[in-house]
């Protein structure tokens, strides 16, 4: 019987030696399998491990602007050449002036060739205000005071040297700097913000800071900025119209192995549609008329190939000045043709006895200016940019994209008309009779 039972034992523990053995080899098998990257396993219930990121802002936030659903969308089916607002009073007012300078009287009082540092300091000699230059002023001044009160010669003398300066009345200090921050109390329509801060955009003014719900904008600059921005103020009130631009962008992709043939143009919508053409150095602009509308555009290249939209939106700009409208901003996805600025600067007015719209429009990317184009149109024409191949944006030796594949730009430009509010019509919109009138005067 201890036999029996011994060899029981012996088969038990062979047996369970050889469960042990298995579960060793499916062991070893598991781990035989997994991946090792840079000396880290990995398997399925790895927690994913990436590099560190450097401390910048994530691309979708930098993206992210409440001004661009007002920017990127266009209203095509409700469209006015020419529209009126209300004149309402444009206002700039510098911030961080600090405290009023006390009540002091000055006479006879000049001074050479000074830097406004020393200027100041003669002119406070036995007043207990010290003068700080936070960045120094390089720039000599010359200039005399027959009389007058302190607060208006320290102005003078900062203004003859392109500076600003704040006064700290419980510190006793005059500071000094070479650039200011203003707000600008803007008015309600939104086609005057947009010229404002399109012109601004255009005279190389960043970092606006814009309230939507205030109608404000701040913004930091030098004396040359504020002079910018006051000359821009001063032609939108005193001008009366702002020029403004409602765009699509297109990549067109022949179906063939040709390119669209664009003299078909003439036969599709006939020769009065089609009232100029203007070449740059590269593409085409035709000047066409009404007839000739995203929507007619769009029909005439289907037969010919396929069209995608990149980008909508518009732009704004005081009569005589500039303005960009930048494709990326406003992209449907991330396109290579983002890259594209098309700028813009207009007159409206007297054109050789005619009213014209007198536009410049430039293609721009970050390599440099691609083409131009000076067009005079009447106003209800449209623009068509033909001929820029996509490959002009093209950075790398060989691609996928067809040779024959085009950049497309659609312009619609309108006019803003700003007027008396007494003299706005019941219809804002102008139209038909009302229309030919207001061309008229």
Known sequence: MKRIMNFVLIGASVL????????ARDEKVYYDTVQVVDNLVIDDNSVPIFPKKAALTTDTARRFSIELPRRCTVNWDNQSVVSVVPDEKIEMVRLDRGDDLPELNVSDYDFRKQTVANALNKLLEGVDIAVIE???????????VASGNLADTVDLIARLGRMYYSYDAAGGEIKLSN?????????????????????????????????????????????????????????????????????DVYRVYPRTDNPIVWMNMLPAFGDKNIKMSVPGVVGRALVVGPEVNTKTLQEFLSRQANVVLISQGHFVVPDGWQSRFDIGQCSKEDRIETDLIVGASAKYG??????????????????????????????????????????????TPETLISPFAELVVFMSPRIVSIVNPADIPDEPQLVGDALRNFLRD
């Open 350 to 395: 007297d054109y050789a006895g005619r009213q014209k719209i007198d536009a410049k429009i430039v293609l721009r990317t970050s390599k440099g200016e691609l083409s131009s184009f000076t067009i005079p149109s009447s106003i209800g024409d449209n623009y068509v940019i033909i001929g820029i191949p996509t490959h002009s944006f093209v950075t």
């Open 179 to 247: 650039r200011a921050k203003w707000l600008i109390k803007m008015p309600a329509d939104q086609d005057i913000i947009m010229a404002l801060l399109d012109a601004m955009h255009g005279a190389d003014v960043r970092n606006l800071i814009v309230d939507w719900a205030d109608k404000t904008v701040v913004f930091e600059g030098n004396y040359q900025t504020e002079r910018e921005v006051s000359r821009i103020i001063a032609d939108i009130s005193s001008k009366k119209y702002v020029l403004a631009w409602d765009m």
């Open 134 to 144: 936070e960045e120094p002023g390089y720039e000599k001044v010359s200039g005399s």
């Open 16 to 23: 369970l030696g050889a469960c042990m053995r298995d579960d």
